[in-house]
């Protein structure tokens, strides 16, 4: 026997899930490993610079990665609010390398994808094949293959949504279910997962009042909300906090009316290959992608059926309520749009995404579907053992065929790992600014350069005094001026300046908070980082520190220490027996 901890007990073996289910993550996204050193294209080439900038931080400077001066003419690390250089994944990539390391935690991530929608399966009451059958229809649809395809590694946290949704199930009777869902919201940001929190806080929502079966019940929904929602928040500090100062600084509000219609809904849903472009869409073809096949289909229509008779209505409605959103914005009253009218919602740039959670439900509905038509059959096969025999084998084959066609479907996209390898073995070149184009970033820190043009559409400007190419660094703004010595690691720069007159001294680079001066004093001129010294020798050198980072730290150390505490005891007290 075998229990989740945050579901109802299991007769599958702990260890025989985990190895299924690894073995068919790694199978699935098993291209990325027939080139080892390939890396992946468009905004993979983004996602992979932040990793070797990290990994030059620590390998290269001994440096923990604060700023990256790598990117757009030097930015904070800490304060974009899709890097990933605070998870501990991120570790990988000193005994893994950056490239190889990024493959495994994909491959990390799809495993608990798959492992964590078969457990939700389980935990629904349905058979082996049922939840495999939901597992599969999930993890394999086009949503993670099309965004994979297009390097959306921030969306790689979308796949703790089952193993998230088994811990809250549970959270308002176990104290530890509701430790660990607090932890993997904490986790996905630490991800970059800005985007999947905000999908994950609205299925949480809907998940909660859902539940509120009763009084009783909702007074400890409402309990485990409060208590979730204030260690989310503390353990989160690290995060939040940098990310929200840059975000004042660089806001970013986007508005959207794409949409879809029910013809192009049918069409993402069973289309089994497509040109790049969609119609008049904004986005390409892979944002919108979520094959899961007619059969799927039927499966959930004969499920809305069984969960309708069984009075089980929470996966229809949420996969009403996600399809609606699904849909975008097609008036003033959808919800897509009225969702938009929201603080830190109205950043969201594509509403197809929501798709991702309306597959989950969809996934439950098509195993609930399978299962009442195996619940028949079997009625039927029981007066006969030949009869029961070939329906077996029947709902078998048709499982088997709907991973086939899935697998067939998505492996071409997944297929994608061809760009050039990161090229180690060449000497590293004096720091300088380019005119690189934004596909070379994932080889700027390696090549220890940085471009003026800039990859991420996050409002962050490069500065207009950037100069470009082997000139020095720093340039004195007052005549009869000395510079040289000049150093810089990822964090830090250093050099010596003779003035004959107190003068400024710009350094050419993104000025921004955090940055401090051991001697003069720091301010900004047409963007750049510039320090304003007295007459003299002055021995010069800016350290960068991420602004509020050591005040989320302390917050959420905090969070940690309350997290343990709520965790210590597997229940809630009962009132009624004390």
């Known amino acids: 026997m075998f229990r989740t901890g945050c579901s109802s007990p299991d007769r599958d073996p702990a260890w025989l899930v985990a190895a299924l289910s690894l073995l068919a993550a790694a199978a699935f996204w098993s291209p990325a490993f027939f080139r080892p050193q390939a890396t992946g294209n468009l905004d993979w080439t983004y996602f992979h610079g932040m990793w070797e900038a990290g990994f030059v931080a620590l390998t290269r400077y001994g440096e923990w990665p604060l700023w990256n001066p790598y990117h757009c003419g030097g930015a904070s690390v800490h304060g974009n609010p899709q890097s990933q250089l605070l998870s501990p994944l991120f570790l990988l990539a000193l005994p893994l390398g950056p490239t190889i390391g990024l493959k495994v935690v994909l491959v990390l991530h799809a495993w608990a994808g798959a492992a964590g929608m078969y457990l939700l399966g389980r935990s629904e009451r349905l058979s082996r094949a049922s939840s495999l059958l939901a597992a599969s229809v999930w993890s394999i649809s086009g949503f993670f293959a099309g965004h994979m395809f297009l390097g959306h590694a921030a969306y790689l946290p979308f796949f703790f949504a089952p193993c998230l949704l088994l811990a809250w199930r549970a959270a308002p009777t176990s104290r530890r279910c509701l ?87 049918l069409e993402v849903l069973t289309a089994r290959s497509h040109d790049l472009t969609f119609g008049q869409h904004a986005y390409v073809w892979p944002g919108y992608s979520l094959y899961v096949g007619w059969a799927v289909l039927a499966l959930a229509v004969a499920g809305v059926f069984a969960a309708w008779k069984a009075k089980h209505y929470r996966p229809l409605l949420g996969a009403l309520l996600f399809l609606s959103l699904t849909l975008g914005n097609w ?219 050591v005040e989320g730290g302390c917050l959420t150390l905090l969070g940690l220490v309350l997290t343990a505490v709520v965790a210590s005891r597997p229940k809630w007290p009962d009132r009624a027996r004390a």
Request: glycine letters at 6%; one cysteine or more; hydrophobic letters at 50%.
């Open 179 to 265: 430790a660990a869902a607090a932890l993997m919201l904490f986790l996905t940001l630490l991800e970059g997962g800005v985007y999947p929190s905000l999908y994950f806080l609205l299925m949480l929502a809907f998940e909660s009042v859902a539940s509120m079966s009763s009084r009783k019940r909702a007074r400890r929904i409402a309990r485990t909300v409060l208590v979730g929602a204030s260690l989310t928040i503390l353990l989160s500090a690290v995060r939040i906090l940098p990310v929200l100062e840059q975000l004042a600084r660089f806001p970013r509000t986007i508005q959207v009316r794409d949409r879809l219609t029910l013809a192009e809904l």
């Open 331 to 549: 008036g003033e009253l959808s919800p897509y749009h009225l969702l938009k009218q929201v603080p830190v919602y109205d950043s969201l740039r594509q509403p197809a995404t929501f798709r991702v959670i309306f597959s989950l439900y969809l996934a439950l509905l098509a195993a609930h579907g399978f299962e009442f038509l195996c619940t028949r059959l079997a009625a039927l096969g029981r007066t006969s053992a030949i009869r029961d025999s070939l329906f077996r084998r029947a709902a078998a084959l048709l499982v088997a065929a709907i991973i086939v066609d899935l697998w067939s479907v998505q492996w071409p996209v997944v297929d994608f790992w061809n760009g050039a390898a990161i090229a180690r073995d060449a000497a590293m070149e004096p720091f300088r600014v380019t005119d690189a184009r934004v596909w070379e970033s994932a080889s700027f820190p390696q090549r220890n350069i940085t471009s003026r043009r800039c990859y991420e559409p996050q409002g962050i400007q490069p500065a207009g005094g950037l100069w470009v190419g082997k000139s020095p660094q720093v340039m004195a703004l007052t005549p009869w001026a000395t510079l040289d010595r000049f150093e810089r690691t990822t964090a830090t720069v250093s050099f010596r300046a003779l003035l004959r007159e107190p003068g400024r001294v710009l350094i050419n680079q993104n000025a921004a908070p955090g940055w401090s001066s051991n001697v003069g004093s720091l301010t900004e001129q047409d963007g750049l980082l510039a320090v304003d010294l007295l007459a003299g020798e002055n021995e010069v050198r800016l350290e960068y520190s991420a602004p509020m980072l």
